[in-house]
């Protein structure tokens, strides 16, 4: 299934990344006066140049078990800045590959958080 949105980039993920980014970087943060944000779009994209398969469940929602991990990741990491380097905790359904990836691919976004960066797993 796909949302009917996706239509608007042919099923481009990395065309809507592009699109939200630019939105993200050069409208919402210096016009209406935001510190900062979490680059969860960042972690996603991130993470989709690695080897995981999928990262939705539907299309378009984060999968229940990686995808929704590197957004907690992402959001926890962001708002705290406690390092992610060494959590323990993963959700039943992500393996020892998919959270060496999230876990990557967040200090990645928070690095660089309007650019992707290639996954080295």
Known sequence: HTHPEIV????????????ITDIVKNHLVYTKGLDSVTPVGTAIQNARTSRIESLNRDGYHLSLGTGRYIASLAFFASLTGVSIDNIEWTPDDVNDYEKRVSIESVNNALKTPYSVTKSAL
């Open 8 to 19: 608007s980039f042919n099923g481009d993920t990395a065309k809507m990344y592009d699109i």
